[in-house]
């Protein structure tokens, strides 16, 4: 084996114990859900990232569009006042909505900043309700 190809292996070992040791960015999601009209769904996602990083902000928003920067979803008509957001330091981060109404039905996604870059976790969680 080359001297060249030994190093890059090397390399590529390196990245992958730097993985290992938590210096991945990754969002993942509880399962699809299903609320009954009127009711308080809860989603959660569990986050991680590099560790030379501090997280600034942490929010949900709904139906991603690449290239354009998501709304907070409290920030969103017709979410007002049934938006609670659960955080921790063990980088969960969960959305509690109240009252769900069939206009909900989207997909939900979970979006942090940080010191460095941002992050979002894509496909999020798809919301169906059901009930009249
Ligand atoms: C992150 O937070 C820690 C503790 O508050 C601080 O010591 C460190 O400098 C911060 N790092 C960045 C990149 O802001
Ligand atoms: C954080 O994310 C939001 C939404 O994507 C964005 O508008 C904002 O500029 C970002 N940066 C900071 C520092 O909050």
Known sequence: MSLKMTSLLCLVFLHLMMGAVGNEWSVKYSKHLCGVKGSTVVMEATYTHSTSVNVTNR??????????EPTDLRNEPGYSGRVEYLGDKQNHFSL???????????????????TGKGYMGYPGIILRVTGK
């Open 59 to 68: 929010f949900w928003f709904i139906n991603p569009v690449k290239g354009v």
């Open 96 to 114: 509690r909505l109240s009252d769900v109404k069939k206009s909900d039905e989207h997909m939900y996604c979970f979006r942090f900043n940080t």
